[in-house]
């Protein structure tokens, strides 16, 4: 019988009789004869792979990767693929974070501006993997003036007034003090560089750090004038599919008790020139197509894997423990601030349990889009999210669509951003 091992606090409870038949689950289907995970290896275009390669990357033609050195471009480069310039800023959060603010070079004179924020432990580049048929591209063209952010924590925001990575104070953060300090930062910059509002744009963990800036800090209605929220992880209660909700809640009393020190858990999530992601997904495909499959609802004959091992090579892209934490307990509550404990929330919060954001604080129009077959973001779960926003405009459920094909799907324009341009005709320019 296997004994319980002490973590701090909490004791660790062996995998639960559901868990292991999941697993016996996933080996049938592994191991299946007719349309089969395991037998199946998607086709990737290795050219289109090397073009996102620093030119100081070993390559070997026989293996997708090189086993020494995996470097990719920045954004600044990427963006120079797609025939366009870019610029890097650099602004200063008010509690001392150093982040980098990326803009890509506007067409014309006064183009009103908008904000793109990422998703959990992903970078700008995310918005800019397929060139023409990126929605940031695309309002680049159709004459917006677009800023892509960065949070504390990630490739670009590793630097601080006063304190190094290697302090653990460093890390004391998660998407809570993204709303807080990171976006108004961003929005702040934005504007004394433009003199105008803006359109934000969001995608998964990107909506919750916008929902609790608003929450927080309402003035920053003033400089906003629609949101656009794709995917949008926030304030649906379970939102998670049955398999991360068996998975996850495991890992919740693991992270809390983990010696960051000890572990080094900065540079665990953040970005490095050998990325095992892209080595895992390229070699055996079969175990990233699971995973795809089962924790956000990839239909693995219809993604295009030449994206997902582009994506990989940017992910992840830094975050830390606490922001993991946060992010599982929304998953299973509502929207609140970080739980700290019954004592610890007393101490910080005056209360037993952290505050629920106030969402009636989000008074700007609000679109959402989502997708029916996202096991990250349920179709359920969102109607307590369009029912707690105030001002939510069009609340609209894409066909088919999975967590990722916000980014990557090849019907993505059709489907999806050109109704988002058509949003952002409307409002342009209110602010």
């Given at each position: ?23 016996i689950?996933?080996?049938?289907l ?102 023409k048929d ?20 990630s ?6 007034v ?7 104070k ?5 998407f ?16 004394r560089?433009?003199?105008?509002g ?20 309402p ?40 010696n ?17 992601l ?9 175990t ?36 993991i ?63 707690a926003?105030?001002?939510?405009i ?16 090849k019907?993505?324009?059709?489907l ?16």
């Amino acid at each position: 019988m296997l004994s319980k091992l002490q973590i701090g606090p909490r004791p660790y409870q062996p995998p639960s009789a559901l868990l292991t038949l999941f697993q016996i689950f996933i080996l049938l289907l592994l191991v299946q004869k007719e349309n089969s995970l395991f037998l199946y290896r998607p086709p990737f275009d290795q050219d289109y792979l090397e073009m996102f390669l620093e030119p100081d990357a070993e390559i070997y033609r026989n293996f997708p990767i090189s086993p020494t050195a995996w470097h990719v471009k920045e954004t600044v480069e990427v963006l120079k693929l797609w025939g366009k310039s870019g610029e890097e800023h650099t602004i200063t959060t008010e509690d001392g974070y150093i982040l980098s603010l990326f803009r890509i070079t506007p067409l014309q004179k006064k183009a009103p501006p908008v904000l793109f924020l990422y998703g959990f432990t992903g970078a700008p580049e995310t918005f800019l993997l397929r060139g023409k048929d990126d929605l940031a591209i695309i309002l680049n063209e159709a004459g917006y003036d677009v800023w892509l952010g960065c949070y504390r924590g990630s490739n670009y925001g590793r630097r601080h007034v006063n304190l190094t990575t290697a302090n653990e104070k460093f890390w004391d953060f998660s998407f809570h003090e993204h709303g807080l300090y990171d976006a108004p930062a961003m929005i702040d910059h934005i504007y004394r560089e433009t003199n105008q509002g803006m359109a934000v744009i969001a995608h998964s963990m990107g909506n919750a750090v916008f929902m609790s800036m608003l929450a927080l800090r309402p003035e920053y209605n003033n400089m906003v004038y629609v949101f656009v929220g794709m995917a949008p992880y926030a304030v649906a209660r379970f939102q998670f599919s049955p398999l991360v909700h068996t998975l996850l809640p495991g890992l919740v009393p693991l992270l809390r008790n983990i010696n960051t020190n000890t572990l080094k858990y900065a540079d665990l999530y953040t970005r490095r020139k050998l990325n095992p992601l892209v080595v895992v997904c390229a070699i055996a495909r079969w175990t990233c197509l699971t995973t795809l499959q089962f924790s956000q609802g990839v239909d693995f004959k219809e993604i295009d894997w030449t994206y997902v091992l582009v994506l990989a090579a940017y992910f992840p892209s830094g975050t830390s423990n606490k922001n993991i934490v946060h992010i599982i307990s929304i998953g299973n509550a509502q929207f609140r601030q970080y739980d700290y404990g019954t004592t610890g929330n007393l101490a910080r919060y005056k209360s037993r349990t952290p505050p629920v954001y106030n969402l009636t604080n989000v008074r700007i129009p609000v679109s959402l889009y989502y997708g029916d077959n996202d096991m990250g973001v349920l179709v359920s779960g969102m109607k307590a999210q369009v029912k707690a926003l105030p001002n939510v405009i069009k609340s609209t459920v894409v066909k088919g669509y999975n967590h990722p094909d916000f980014l990557l799907d090849k019907n993505s324009r059709r489907l999806l951003y050109n109704p988002i341009l058509e949003d952002l005709k409307t409002y342009v320019g209110t602010k």
